[in-house]
């Protein structure tokens, strides 16, 4: 008999705002994400603006990406940002000793980015250096983003051709200051941050600074917990977070060749986030009860060995049906966690990890992820409807995950209910109860493929693309659908 799963969707007076920020993305100064991927110069014969590649411009633009994290991850913390900035020509190099020993030749530095984000129409979010920087240096980089002027660093800016601020609102005060931030307790980095906070001023950004504490790794609750009691509240105002998803962390195995065993534990890892926000966020309800502080997951996304050929240290990896269901429960479990998790940052935007666009030469590409990030952007800003769901087991050798993960919400007099089968055989019926909801009619889009391990390739691009689903009815308030095994369904209502 086929497996069947049941929801419940119901309009509530206090259901929070889905942030548009849970759908933002990051880009690191590692291997093939700047150089040869976003940036590739603007003498390169790839048509580009300002020496990005214009197709990456477009492809972003259609997919709403509300922040952009950068330039790091590790390598934010060995980044002087002054470097990176005046006449390309009399950059300094440096090795970028966390991915691959390469030489950094600072061609894309400060403006690059902020006037990307601003082509993007994206908010710009700097992960600025605390493990090998100083307050000084941290506290110039603001005035020189965010200060009108007159002043040393505006006046600086200046000179290098930018009036007026970009007004940047969003700063990572360091990245894993557990590990490779420079290996702190958390203690100490909670004292570090305050000091760090503290000369942190917004200048003349009619946007309130978002100051971001570099968070906790996976389970590690002692971190969020030392944050949450130390640091006031007047000088924090979000807690980052980050999980990866992957079958091993020390056998990660192939991005594209992998058993139903290696699925199995990537989607456990995956499934993790739901354990993880739900205890990080219980904790910051401890110290924070009013909420004024956000969970900010801003590294997740799915990691796997880097494919044959390619360099160890440029984490760049194929994306298949396989990385579709991590985006998919992913994003349903930080949709369903809206009053906490108000910001997260996919790993990472271009050749790297789990990435939405892969590149080769000329040619690039939209991964199933993309697809995935592109179907959900329909909850941005929108009001969260909760769900009750019973989901059936997806069983694989005596383990079991429930095979379904669904959220829904409602804008401008729309209802999206976004739903994942991760169940890699069979399909699931789900019946959902919408008698709650004021909605007449359902269309639907769904992203499948006829197997598991299936990717876009640089000869086959469109292989995997969304396409309209008309697998449901609706009947007296509830609809019928019938996910296929592995997808990914977004239905509309009106
Ligand atoms: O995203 C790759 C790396 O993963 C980041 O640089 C670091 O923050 C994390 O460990």
Redesign the pocket.
């Known amino acids: 008999a086929q497996q069947k799963s049941y929801v419940t969707i119901e309009k509530s007076t206090d259901a929070p705002t889905i942030s548009k920020h849970i759908y933002g993305h990051?880009a690191?100064h590692?291997g093939r994400c700047i150089y040869d991927g976003f940036y590739v110069g603007d003498t390169s014969a790839i048509p580009n603006k300002n020496g990005v590649r214009k197709d990456i411009i477009k492809a972003l633009k259609e997919l709403k990406i509300p922040n952009l994290r950068w330039p790091?991850?590790?390598?934010a913390d060995t980044y002087h940002w002054k470097d990176g900035i005046g006449p390309k020509e009399d950059r300094p190099t440096i090795v970028n000793t966390?991915?691959g020993g390469v030489t950094e030749d600072n061609s894309f530095g400060t403006h690059d980015f902020l006037n990307l984000c601003e082509e993007l129409d994206t908010e710009p979010y700097l992960a600025a250096n605390v493990g090998s920087g100083t307050v000084k240096e941290f506290a110039d980089w603001l005035q020189y983003v965010n200060h009108i002027g007159p002043s040393p660093m505006a006046d600086l800016r200046k000179k290098y051709g930018r009036e007026t601020p970009w007004g940047v609102k969003y700063w990572g005060v360091g990245?894993?200051m557990w590990?490779?931030g420079g290996n702190m307790t958390p203690e100490y980095y909670a004292n570090l941050y305050k000091r760090y906070a503290t000369f942190m001023t917004s200048w003349d950004n009619e946007k309130n600074l978002f100051r971001i504490a570099s968070g906790a790794n996976v389970d590690d609750y002692h971190w969020t917990e030392v944050l949450m009691r130390d640091i006031p509240k007047n000088l924090i105002e979000g807690v980052a977070l980050?999980s990866?998803s992957y079958v091993e962390w020390n056998e990660k195995g192939s991005s594209v060749d992998f058993n139903e065993a290696q699925y199995f534990s990537t989607m456990q890892t995956a499934m993790k986030m739901e354990e993880l926000v739900t205890k990080h966020v219980a904790i910051m309800d401890k110290y924070d009860p009013r909420g004024k502080v956000a969970l900010v997951v801003d590294?997740w996304g799915g990691w796997y060995d880097v494919m044959d050929g390619t360099n160890p240290g440029f984490?760049y990896q194929q994306n298949t049906m396989r990385d579709a269901m991590i985006a998919g429960i992913t994003l349903n479990i930080f949709n369903n966690h809206a009053d906490r998790v108000r910001m997260a940052n996919l790993?990472?935007t271009v050749n790297?990890?789990q990435a939405v666009i892969l590149t080769e030469g000329e040619k690039m590409l939209l991964t199933p992820t993309y697809h995935v990030m592109k179907m959900y952007n329909v909850h941005q800003d929108a009001t969260l409807l909760p769900v009750k769901l019973t989901a059936p087991d997806y069983i694989f050798n005596g383990e079991k995950l429930p095979a379904v993960s669904v959220s829904a919400s409602e804008k401008e007099g729309k209802t999206h209910i976004s739903l994942v089968n991760i169940n890699s055989k069979e399909a699931v019926e789900v019946s959902i109860n919408v008698e709650g909801l004021n909605v007449k009619k359902f269309t639907g889009e769904a992203l499948t493929s006829a197997k598991l391990q299936n990717y876009n390739s640089f000869d086959n691009p469109e292989a995997i693309a969304p396409k309209e689903f008309e697998d449901f009815k609706l009947k007296k308030g509830i609809i019928t659908v019938t996910l296929p095994p592995f997808s990914v369904v977004v239905l509309e209502g009106k």
């Open positions: 990051f690191e590692l790091g991850g590790c390598f966390w991915w990245n894993e590990g490779c980050h990866y590294e984490l790993a990472q790297v990890l």
